[in-house]
């Protein structure tokens, strides 16, 4: 189970906004580098304000925006008839940008730190590496969880209340290794599934 199942109702809820768009000249490609552009800002002034800890409540509300914006853009490349090639990588490579900005400051704080937060980083550019390379392999592209992009984002979220909020436990430290490990299991999970559906499509690779 992952929080990407739940997309569906989320894309229904913002249909009625993205009509529009596509009238006033906003492209999929747009909202893809707006979400990349914003969360490295974002990221960038948590990270150089880390000291202060309520800087961290702009995190949350940017991972929602950011989902929104995700959402968005694929409603308008699948249902505006704007699927580029272009778009398809803005796409890839737009989420694991986005990430590493999203999840670096937090190696700042206490009890997490640059080492574990760093190994959340690769591991995670790794595990939508895995997803993204379905397609090539004869696949769908791939989002097993147990800790997909939306997932994380939750995560994140509710670690990045916790400190603007409340001090952090030094017990909350286990939070990166518990991390670290569901996204090992990820990336197995995206390349068993990946294989199994490539296989029982007949495809040229062994």
């Known amino acids: 189970m992952t929080f990407y199942a739940l997309k569906p109702r989320f894309q229904d809820l913002l249909r009625p906004l993205v009509a529009p768009l596509p009238r006033i000249g906003v492209t999929a490609n747009m909202v893809t580098m707006a979400a990349a552009l914003g969360s490295v800002l974002v990221g960038a002034v948590a990270a150089w304000r880390a000291d202060s800890r309520r800087v961290f409540l702009i995190i949350p509300v940017w991972l929602v925006a950011r989902m929104a914006l995700n959402a968005i853009d694929g409603m308008l490349a699948r249902e505006f008839h704007?699927?580029?090639?272009?778009?398809?990588?803005?796409?890839?490579?737009?989420?694991?940008?986005?990430?590493?900005?999203?999840?670096?400051?937090?190696?700042?704080?206490?009890?997490?730190?640059?080492?574990?937060?760093?190994?959340?980083?690769?591991?995670?550019?790794?595990?939508?590496?895995?997803?993204?390379?379905?397609?090539?392999?004869?696949?769908?592209?791939?989002?097993?969880?147990?800790?997909?992009?939306?997932?994380?984002?939750?995560?994140?979220?509710?670690?990045?209340l916790w400190i603007g909020l409340a001090p952090m436990p030094a017990w909350l430290g286990w939070a990166v290794p518990i991390l670290a490990a569901l996204l090992v299991l990820t990336v197995i999970n995206r390349v068993r599934a990946g294989v199994g559906e490539a296989r029982s499509a007949g495809s040229e690779f062994p």
């Open 82 to 160: 704007q699927k580029s090639v272009l778009g398809g990588y803005l796409n890839e490579i737009g989420d694991v940008v986005s990430d590493a900005a999203l999840y670096a400051p937090f190696a700042s704080v206490a009890p997490f730190g640059s080492p574990g937060i760093g190994l959340v980083i690769v591991l995670s550019i790794v595990a939508e590496f895995a997803g993204a390379l379905g397609p090539t392999m004869g696949a769908s592209r791939r989002y097993d969880g147990p800790m997909g992009k939306s997932d994380r984002a939750v995560v994140f979220g509710v670690l990045a």
